[in-house]
Nanobody, 124 residues
């Protein structure tokens, strides 16, 4: 199972970017998904959470500026980032809880899968 992010890049403050994260491989279904980011010298932090059937959550620092969405038919999540600030500069990671079949009897378990990350740089 793989998660592949795309859409990062360099943008000026006040600009917008849209990140995508697509899941591929052999799996039964995807439960929760989320977007995280890690700035230089800082710990990885949750940016947006997208439960399979619940309410989306956002970090206080991005509320009102970022919008996360998911297309279950395409196994893809998106992060629309508007009004970007220099402090949003970070590597953005996609995360998913992916259910896979582990034996011939059909038993399943969840894997915690991470994408490779995509760099977002916001210049002032």
């Amino acid at each position: 199972v793989q998660l592949v992010e795309s859409g990062g890049g360099l943008v000026q403050a006040g600009g917008s970017l849209r990140l995508s994260c697509a899941a591929s491989g052999s799996f039964s279904r995807i439960n929760a998904m989320g977007w995280y980011r890690q700035a230089p010298g800082k710990e990885r932090e949750l940016v947006a959470s997208l439960p399979s059937g619940g309410i989306r959550g956002y970090a206080d620092s991005v509320k009102g500026r970022f919008t996360a969405s998911r297309d279950n038919a395409k196994n893809t999540v998106y992060l629309q980032m508007d009004s970007l600030k220099p402090e949003d500069t970070a590597v953005y990671y996609c995360n998913a809880a992916v259910e896979v079949v582990v034996n011939v009897e059909g038993a399943t378990r969840y894997l915690d899968v991470w994408g490779q990350g995509t760099l977002v740089t916001v210049s002032s």
